[in-house]
């Protein structure tokens, strides 16, 4: 069989000619052109001598069959801009100067950048045609306050979602600390890099976290130091399975979006990343477990509890949570429930992940927001924003030592281009010591009574305020329809109209926050005075008549 089989490589002893003969008789008879296979074959074997003789041996001619690659500018219909940016020609010279001579250094006017931005920018989340021409055009900014491109002043009352910890300006060290780096080593390739800035970071940092959280990787934002944790939990247990709560957002990604258990998980179903197990938070949307918090974490905890059984608890990695819910409604959990949830874990073998990337780096008057449950210790802790005041992107992940002890001999199987960027971490470095410095974390805790005093004077002079929450600089309030305390609108629902009126006034009044559903959040830079915290609730005071007037009774 062998002796008689058609040889298909030219190095199994058939002449060029044998071979292409071969071919051509398997093809024909392949094609079922038996009949008249004359022409056929003629035309073949002339493209394959074509093919096996034109250019043989210069390089980059090694894949002979079919048409050989050529630049965009010698393909007709290829390039899809007129003219082509990368031919080599007169034509594509004058256009590169023409879009250099377009984008010269100047201020663009409001229209210009209003065009722009509608025409080719693109927004997170929501309908684009709607942000684009809603978006404030922010070009600077000064403390708490940002301006936009006609000079207007904003304070910004949630931290642009609780981001500038800092405010939105950089102070002289951290500007220094990023062109020194950036003089010196703008970028390393994470996997094979010891760099001292990284170095010097990561002994910062276990200094200042709790327990033997001492190890720590760098990823690019929140949402992937989430997925590294994930995968790392998975991996150091041999597990598959993690637990969410249900009022958490976790990031963008499939994964976090998957571990995420609020109404943007919806988009990913059904989810690209199969065993997240959600359960009920110990503050739901629609029903109580008790009258006090020790009969909250009691209850809420023998009902995971119960659900873990169900689930194989000897399958489970993780379970992964906010410290304290951010966007879900800025929820400090109950007394007890975090060292509940520590005892949980430990019995069975789970590791505990604290999300802290809204509320780490002192947004609630502590360090992390699980240092409110002195005696509690996660097994792994991600956090982004407060570590550099998002002046750069830049996430973390910080693991206990008997998981970094796991991964000197196995694969820790994460990693990313921008993971660990110098020039990033430079300006965490340089923040944190200025957060030390100043006591930034003592000060967001020392503001919470001028926050409590705001809050109670909405809930005391607003029919339409049906709650308010505070822990340091992170609060917020819920809005009602009616007496009976029926909340305004669910979260993932479009903007009621009278919430839309109201952040219009507080916009027009010369501040912003986020809103949405029912929820306001009143979160300012942890920087803040009590002169700036009286401002924002005064102006909340004024703007709140829109919801008092939309009242059913």
Not at 53 to 69: H, I, S, W
Not at 140 to 165: E, H, P, W
Not at 495 to 515: C, E, I, N, R, V
Request: charge should be neutral.
């Amino acid at each position: 069989l062998n002796r008689n089989r058609p040889r298909l490589f030219p190095n199994q002893n058939n002449s060029s000619s044998e071979h292409t003969n071969m071919m051509l008789s398997t093809a024909v008879r392949v094609a079922g052109r038996v009949a008249s296979p004359a022409p056929v074959a003629v035309a073949v074997r002339a493209k394959l001598h074509s093919s096996a003789t034109a250019g043989a041996g210069k390089v980059n001619d090694v894949y002979r069959p079919g048409v050989p690659m050529r630049p965009c500018s010698e393909t007709p219909g290829f390039c899809s801009r007129t003219p082509c940016i990368c031919a080599d020609n007169a034509e594509s010279k004058a256009h590169i100067k023409k879009v250099l001579a377009d984008h010269a250094e100047r201020e663009w006017s409001p229209e210009e950048v209003q065009a722009n931005t509608e025409k080719h920018a693109m927004y997170t989340w929501g309908m684009q045609g709607a942000m684009s021409k809603s978006a404030i055009q922010m070009s600077r900014a000064d403390g708490v306050y940002f301006i936009d491109t006609k000079g207007k002043r904003y304070l910004d009352f949630s931290s642009q979602a609780m981001c500038v910890n800092m405010g939105h300006s950089a102070s002289q060290s951290v500007i220094d600390a990023v062109v020194k780096q950036m003089q010196e080593l703008p970028y390393a390739y994470p996997g094979i890099s010891a760099v001292p800035i990284r170095a010097k970071l990561c002994k910062l940092l276990s200094d200042i976290c709790p327990g033997d959280i001492d190890h720590f990787m760098f990823p690019s934002s929140g949402a992937e130091a989430n997925e590294a944790a994930m995968r790392m939990a998975r991996l150091y247990t041999g597990r598959n399975k993690i637990f969410s709560r249900y009022r958490s957002y976790h990031g963008g990604t499939n994964a976090t979006l998957a571990l995420t258990g609020e109404f943007r998980r919806w988009g990913v179903e059904p989810s690209s990343m199969p065993n997240v197990v959600h359960f009920f938070d110990p503050y739901p949307y629609s029903f109580r477990w008790g009258e006090t918090e020790e009969e909250i974490t009691e209850r809420n905890l023998a009902a995971l509890h119960e659900q873990l059984k169900y689930e194989n608890p000897k399958d489970v990695a993780a379970i992964h949570i906010e410290s304290i819910t951010g966007t879900n409604g800025v929820l400090k959990p109950p007394k007890g429930y975090l060292e509940g949830l520590r005892r949980i874990c430990d019995e069975h073998g789970i590791l505990l992940v604290c999300d802290e990337v809204m509320a780490g780096f002192g947004r609630s008057g502590r360090f992390f927001g699980f240092c409110h449950s002195p005696t509690v210790v996660p097994d792994i802790v991600t956090f982004a924003k407060g570590i550099n005041g998002a002046m750069i992107p830049m996430g973390g992940v910080g693991v206990r030592s008997k998981i970094h002890e796991h991964f000197k001999t196995a694969p820790v199987g994460y990693g990313s281009t921008y993971n660990g960027h110098p020039v990033a971490l430079a300006s965490a470095y340089a923040i944190i010591k200025e957060m030390l410095e100043r006591d930034i974390v003592g000060h967001a805790a020392r503001m919470e009574v001028h926050m409590r005093d705001g809050l109670q004077m909405l809930q005391d002079k607003h029919p339409s305020v049906r709650q308010t929450r505070v822990t340091g600089l992170f609060g917020g309030f819920d809005l009602q329809k009616n007496r009976r305390g029926d909340f305004l609108a669910e979260v993932h629902e479009p903007m009621h109209p009278a919430l839309a009126k109201f952040k219009q006034a507080t916009l027009d009044a010369g501040m912003f926050t986020m809103m949405r559903g029912h929820q306001v959040f009143t979160c300012p830079p942890l920087i803040s005075s009590p002169a700036e915290i009286a401002e924002g609730f005064d102006i909340l005071d004024r703007c709140l008549h829109h919801i008092d007037e939309a009242m059913e009774d």
